[in-house]
């Protein structure tokens, strides 16, 4: 647990703008769903791909929590996408 209160992970502010803006778009048009999947999206990208370094730096780069972050973050996205078409049905 340590780990987790020892640690700083570096969000750019012009994301950070960049999310609130999307999401904002997607409130005023009434598009919760993708607006959850834009959210998820910018908070798998933040939590490894802007932060490589820190996750070399404790040797979490290449290994299985790399591999599984990857595949159950797409699995997620996948299935979204999927009950984005099935919602009509």
Request: hydrophobic letters at 60%.
């Amino acid at each position: 647990m340590e780990f987790f209160h020892s640690n700083q992970l570096a969000v750019p502010l012009a994301q950070m703008l960049l999310l609130l803006a999307l999401s904002s778009v997607c409130l005023f048009l009434r598009r919760i769903k993708l607006g959850l999947l834009i959210n998820y999206l910018f908070v798998l990208y933040w939590g490894f791909l802007s932060n490589q370094e820190f996750l070399a730096s404790h040797n979490l780069n290449g290994t299985l929590f790399t591999a599984t972050y990857f595949l159950v973050g797409m699995a997620l996205v996948v299935v979204a996408v999927i009950s984005f078409f099935a919602e009509g049905k």
